[in-house]
């Protein structure tokens, strides 16, 4: 059997989570599966690089150094929980030469003042970068012949659009069969970096938000592996946040469409970007517990069980989004005039306000977005000094203190009655509903409620359609 696994930061805190890693891996490559690698930083890393990013341009020398430091000392830490004196030597020399590079070039930034897109995808490498060799190493300590390979050396090759690339899909899957293949055929586990590959010039490029998760998607379609696993410290997909909800169970099978819509209303255990590439393949994607690692938990398959529906899953999950503001958009001059929500659009996306949901009113003189509550002020004033005051525009008014609950299902589709019934759940508890939005795939119903009642919502959805049984 050939496996891709997937191991994010969550779960890559310190050595005693990487031994874990190692040991999953030798077991399998113990019973003669072929398996490829991939990883994302250690916890916290990308977090310290990014605040990192934020003020390079602007930190002092002695202040820069101290964060430089900071980072170069946990991985050093982790290093010295390799037994074998040689191979612990070797990792610690790669630590420290990553880290001279991350300081050189960092260090060059501040002093001029200026950091390019292509400066920061480079910066932004070394998490991957830093922790594959110290994986490796593990495992090689382990008795797993393994070889750290970074996203470009192992052949995912993508566009220049620095800090949001796109994978060159036909040229990365020859690429990586080309680089891949003949380690897998000799027993090496090759332990590639997650996130980070490179343009075909050579130049390091990163893959954006879910990059890894992406990384492994790649990666397992080339190598056309029988299952990609990405192990978690959850026991699977869930039916709603246990946090929500202590009745939530592991959903057992999904469908990839059920999953990505899952995924971008808050249940992020993979990436949608990641399950937009198993839609078109025959890859079989598995969520696994790290804790728990003969646990069964979560196949994410093309095609689901068409009984679903009449055995009563019309719904497969619930999932929230927390803290979201509501922008209302106003105005008589709204109505027929397509660009100026165009507009509204193009200027939260320049601000890189991610949009949760939008509806407008039947008479199209309203319009209301809902957007991360961390962004309210960005995009209020980006909004009201472009809009207000154009004639377009009347009145533009945020509301906070909001989640967006999805429920989501391939059940719903054909099912009549299934909206009724979710508000008629909602009116039954006294739940005020703010805004609604379906799209026409039928896959959820989307709307959005006060924070104070996103619990009693959860566990009157889960058990008014019954997703407690098993």
Not at 6 to 34: H, N, P, Q, T
Not at 61 to 66: G, H, L, N
Not at 367 to 387: F, K, Q
Request: net charge negative; proline share 3%; with cysteine.
């Amino acid at each position: 059997m050939r496996i891709v696994m997937k191991f994010g930061g969550a779960i890559m805190r310190d050595a005693d989570d990487i031994l874990k890693v190692a040991e999953i891996v030798k077991g399998y490559r113990s019973k003669g599966d072929e398996v490829a690698v991939v990883v994302s930083a250690l916890g916290g890393t990308t977090d310290s690089l990014v605040e990192i990013m934020k003020n390079i341009a602007y930190a002092k020398k002695a202040r820069m150094e101290k964060m430089l430091d900071s980072i170069a000392s946990r991985h050093l830490g982790v290093t010295k929980r390799i037994e074998d004196p040689k191979l612990a030597e070797e990792t610690e020399g790669t630590v420290n030469r990553l880290m001279d590079d991350f300081r050189n070039v960092a260090l060059g930034i501040s002093h001029i003042g200026e950091l390019t897109p292509r400066s920061r995808d480079f910066l932004l490498s070394f998490g991957e970068r830093l922790s594959a060799p110290i994986v490796t190493a593990f495992m090689k300590q382990r008795g797993v012949e393994a070889k750290a390979l970074s996203g470009g050396e192992a052949g995912i090759m993508t566009d220049d659009c620095f800090g949001e690339a796109e994978p060159l899909i036909n040229v990365t899957n020859m690429q990586l069969k080309q680089n891949l293949e003949p380690l897998l055929k000799e027993g090496i586990t090759p332990v590639i970096t997650g996130f980070i590959a490179s343009t075909q010039s050579g130049v390091t490029t990163t893959l954006g938000r879910g990059g890894s998760d992406l990384t492994a998607a790649v990666v397992g379609h080339a190598l056309e592996a029988d299952e990609l696993w990405f192990w978690k410290d959850v026991p699977g997909m869930m039916t709603a946040d246990p946090l929500l909800f202590s009745g939530a169970r592991v959903i057992e099978k999904i469908a990839f469409k059920e999953a990505i819509e899952m995924a971008h209303f808050g249940a992020m255990v993979i990436h949608p970007k990641a399950l937009e590439q198993g839609i078109n393949n025959e890859l079989v994607y598995r969520i696994r517990n790290i804790d728990d690692p003969d646990g069964r938990g979560t196949l994410i398959v093309r095609a689901d069980d068409p009984d679903d529906a009449k055995k009563g899953a019309v719904i497969r999950g619930i999932s929230v989004i927390d803290k979201v503001y509501l922008i209302n958009i106003s105005g008589a001059r709204l109505v027929g005039t397509p660009r100026v929500v165009a507009r509204v659009l193009e200027l939260l996306s320049n601000e890189e306000v991610d949009v949760l949901m939008i509806s407008q009113s039947s008479s199209e003189a309203n319009v209301s977005i809902a957007i991360p509550e961390a962004d309210s002020g960005d995009a209020m004033n980006i909004l009201e000094l472009s809009l207000l005051g154009t004639s377009l525009v009347r009145e533009i008014t945020g509301e906070g203190n909001y989640c967006i609950v999805a429920v989501v299902g391939k059940g719903m589709k054909g099912t009549p009655g299934v909206a009724a019934n979710v508000f008629k759940s909602m009116a039954d508890r006294k739940i005020n509903i703010r805004t609604i939005a379906q799209g026409s795939s039928e896959l959820n119903i989307s709307f959005m409620i006060s924070r104070d009642d996103a619990k009693v919502a959860v566990e009157a959805l889960h058990r008014d359609f019954r997703l407690d049984e098993a």
